[in-house]
């Protein structure tokens, strides 16, 4: 999605990070990424451990040398910029907050390092304070402080400079579930009423796709798609994304022909799949990969419902999981298939429906995607 | 924070007395009685031939007050506060040097070098001193091969060659507690004081400095007492005129036989490093 009438934030150009691991290997962690960040944007980087982000993250604050590539912030080029004289903060991912320092003294640090004058710095202090709720928190030590507190003091400490980028590693990693939500929705609030950029790391898909605005998928140190979280659920553009973010059943098999709206596709297990193909022809013969979500397939013993593709097969396993039920079922030539069911009224499918019964399974064409890599 | 204590139960007293017991009892049988009767011999009084005599009188304590004597007190007090800064200045560096080594092994043999001097006598590391610096000696001999000097620079018996020896003798109590302290640091402090527009002096200032202080208190604690009261580097090392208090306190008891003065004087000592140490943990904080 293009966003036209922002100004870009960060821009990273062929970025690369490599380290000279104990064996004297070269270890590239970061591979020539091309990224464009827009001012008041939530920005994710989301991706598997040891992906690259925090690396990625690091070279933006100026912690980390890139080997090679630039970055801009917002025109400038601050690729030799050493982290002090970036414009930019950081929530580090265990806080690193100032042990020997109050909340207070925690918070009016970067305002001390930048020479504000006393009586500015008392001010803005107050005022980030009060924007994180910890108004009456000012003398404690961080070591008084329970986690939840200690992040929103990080995030304060951060946010009192009024950087032009927020960058946040991992910021509710070490939080529990009920308090990360909480924390979540308290991200959302100050990004709003801040209205700067936030490049959010994490990987935790759940949390990337309810925060963000734009999300970078990233695996092995490559960026693989950047796009809305709506779009990255709906319109996966590889195996690993469709994968990695939320769950999918992935059926392989062979272009036989397109239509001008549709692309017929065999299956290895010999049924013929159709697909909407929004103009894109592939080539007959070629190798696809149809990805579809779970909770787009219907599911049942009686008439199928009046869908472009339905087949029949056997239940191999229910799984109950109190919202929806996970349906195994395997279609003749031996695929399995997951069928997601919310439970709006159990009793009705589970009496319907038991292991080893025949069902059928069907889903609408559009809502396939189809994968050539 | 105080904590309430609660009774002991008679077998916590049981353990209490057996983790305990050893070490008080050796305590008290070899540091506790022997200073009692240094306080109480420095009450009394030197006969003609250096006997005791059993007259409680307060005559020693004045004596010390004599301008000779202070004026040797505040020397000392020079000398070690001059080493204590010395070896700070010089552990410093190596400490963090060694606290950030990635590599281990080396870091290990670092380590293990700062305290291999301690496998040798310090009376007879003292002596080889004296030949390094000594007018015939490697340093002279060198300067004098290069042709840089003529005649052989007097490098010993004077108060340069003492200093030298003292921060020679004392700088692993300095750099073993700083490393300690800097090793427990967590680096990303460093980062995140970058991150907060500190260039390396700020940061090192405001976080690195602060977060060290509990090994620059040991450490300089560990310097300081015993480099006040040093005596054999003074004796082997220094000049004519070089005493220090732990000279003096030695004389009054081997050569001059006036035990009660020189018991008055390690008092005194002991007294005036109890009060430095007590306020320099107070400035320090509580962070030890
Ligand atoms: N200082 C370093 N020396 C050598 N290799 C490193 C160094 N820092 C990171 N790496 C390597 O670079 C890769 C990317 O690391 P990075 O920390 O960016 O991953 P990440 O995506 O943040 O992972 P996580 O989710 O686990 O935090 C990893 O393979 C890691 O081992
Ligand atoms: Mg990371």
Known sequence: MSQPNRQAAVVLRDLVKEYVDPNGEIVTAVNSINLTI??????????????????????????????????????ED???????????????????????????DNVSFGLRM???PKSEIDDRVQEVLRLVRLERMGDRRPSQLSGGQQQRVALARALVNNPEVLLLDEPLGALDLKLRQAMQEELKRIQREVGICFIYVTHDQEEALTMSDRIAVMNEGNILQVDTPYDLYEEPKTRFVADFIGETNFLVGTVLENDPELTHVRLDSDQIAHVTNEGKHYPVGERVTLAIRPEKIFLGAGTPPDVRNVFTGTVRNIVYFGTDTYYDVELPGGVRITARQQNQDYTGTAAVVAVNDAVYVAWRSHNASLLTE | MAT?????????????????????????IFFVLPLLIVVIYSFLRRGIYGQLIWEFNLDNYVRVFDRLYLIILWRSLLFALGTTLICLLVSFPFAYYLARLENKRLRNLLLILVMVP?????????????????TDGPINGFLLWTGVIREPLPLIFNDGAVMVGLVYGYLPFMVLPLFAAIDRIDFSLMEAAHDLYANGARAFLHVLLPLSMPGIIAGSILVFIPTLGAFVTPDLLGGARTVMIG????????????????????????????????????KGGRTL
């Open chain 1, 114 to 116: 930048q020479r504000v």
């Open chain 2, 247 to 282: 000279n003096l306190i030695q004389s009054q008891f081997l050569t001059a036989r006036d035990w009660p003065f020189g018991s008055a004087f390690s008092v005194l000592l002991m007294v005036a490093v109890l009060g430095a140490t007590l306020i320099y943990f107070r």
């Open chain 1, 38 to 75: 827009y001012d008041e944007e939530f920005f994710s980087l989301l991706g598997p451990s040891g992906c690259g982000k925090t690396t990625t993250l690091r070279m933006i604050a100026g912690l980390e040398i890139p080997t090679r590539g630039s970055i801009t912030l917002f025109d």
């Open chain 2, 4 to 28: 309430p204590s609660a009774p002991l139960r008679k077998q916590d007293r049981l353990q209490l007395g057996i983790l305990v017991g050893p070490t008080a009892l050796y305590l008290l």
């Open chain 2, 118 to 134: 301690f496998w040798t006598n310090f009376l007879v590391r003292t002596y080889a001193w004296r030949v390094i610096l000594g």
């Open chain 1, 78 to 104: 601050v690729t030799d910029r050493p982290a002090y004289k970036r414009p930019v903060n950081t929530v580090f991912q265990r806080y690193a907050l100032f042990p020997h320092m109050n909340v207070r």
